[in-house]
């Protein structure tokens, strides 16, 4: 209904130039519900065309300008409605007056910085999106279009293994390794347990992978523990002098890369927990950060001289993960 000009006179579209050819990602809303978005990486241009379209042909809009924008924030919920952005360019596509037909504007964002992964948590999320707005005096029009960002990684230089003893004085005495502390998230966790003395009663014995998020700073920080898979890797009580395999497959579980304080506002950590229980439903726990990454595929040469500085933006950093995601492709193998 629209009385004395108010309500939506025109319809706002955002279509991407290569939105026939670029890859989806499936990705988790804040309700839980999966749904599939356009795929990007840092460095990457965004570009496309805002379709306007007049609802009443022959009928004037008049605007106060068109613009288009491209926002990359972080929205914690416990602060709803207070919305950290962290990267925010804008393209005005037309000057104030006014629209007598239906009209389409180019857009292009150049080599855009996305520098982290897109992220639905328990107590946060990080979303890129493009909003076309006409403005007008009493009402806006306006329009999103949310992306996916993925930020790929090299192997890293330094992978150790992982070699560690737990015990219980005179009661028992383990020693458990694994083959390396990063992962990318296709991989396979492949490690041994050894039994070096055993004099309580192990009943059962299973690795979890806990994803740890935790959000805020100062007296506003919130841990959430999710266990994102149990592995049972023993049933039945061990001997002495034991070796007990282990190859876990990274593929089948939801997860994301390693984060470490995105924009200072949240950090996403990922833990093996090896756990005994006795005859006596007693716990012992051992837990032990790992660090997980998204492999990447090298498929492009050709770089832009901006795209090809973007991509060692983070060649200085101690972090080995070095994200080059404008040059890379996500490997699906």
């Not at 989806?24 to 749904?35: L, T, V, Y």
């Not at 927990?273 to 090298?298: A, C, H, P, S």
Request: charged share 30%; with cysteine; aromatic share 12%.
């Amino acid at each position: 209904m629209s009385f004395f000009g108010f309500g939506q006179s025109a319809d706002i579209d955002i279509v991407l130039n290569d939105a026939e050819t670029r890859k989806k990602a499936e990705h988790k809303s804040e309700d839980g519900r999966k749904d599939k978005y356009f795929l990007f990486f840092d460095g990457e241009t965004v570009s496309g065309k805002v379709n306007v379209t007049l609802k009443y042909p022959g009928k004037r809009l008049e605007h106060n300008g068109i613009k288009i924008e491209f926002v990359g924030q972080i929205e914690l919920y416990y602060d709803r409605g207070n919305h950290h952005e962290f990267v925010s360019l804008v393209k005005d596509l037309a000057r104030p007056g006014e629209l007598t037909q239906s009209q389409t504007f180019d857009f292009e964002f150049t080599h855009v910085e996305k520098p982290y992964e897109s992220y639905t948590g328990q107590n946060v999320k990080l979303r890129y999106f493009l909003r076309a707005t006409v403005s007008r005096r009493l009402n806006d029009i306006s329009k999103e279009l949310d992306i996916v960002v993925h930020t790929l990684s090299t192997y890293p230089e330094l992978n150790s293994s992982i070699k560690m003893e737990v015990g219980i004085e005179d009661c028992l005495h383990i020693e458990f390794e694994y083959n390396k502390s990063k992962y990318h998230l296709k991989d396979v966790i492949v490690g041994k347990i050894y039994f070096l003395l055993v004099r309580i009663k192990i009943r059962h014995m299973e690795i979890d992978i806990i994803k740890r998020e935790t959000t805020g700073t100062g007296p506003n920080v919130y841990h959430e523990n999710d266990t994102i898979a149990k592995y049972e890797i023993m049933d039945g009580a061990p001997v002495r002098g034991e070796s007990i395999p282990i190859r876990l497959f990274l593929a089948g579980y939801e997860m994301t890369p390693t984060m470490r304080d995105v924009n200072k506002k949240y950090s996403v950590r990922y833990y093996l927990n090896l756990v005994l229980i006795d005859e006596e439903e007693r716990r012992y726990f051992k837990q032990q950060e790992i660090t997980l990454w998204r492999k990447g595929d090298i498929v492009r040469k050709s770089m832009s001289h901006q795209a090809a500085i973007a991509s060692q933006r983070f060649e200085g950093s101690s972090n080995p993960e070095k994200s080059q995601a404008q040059s890379y492709e996500e490997d699906e193998s």
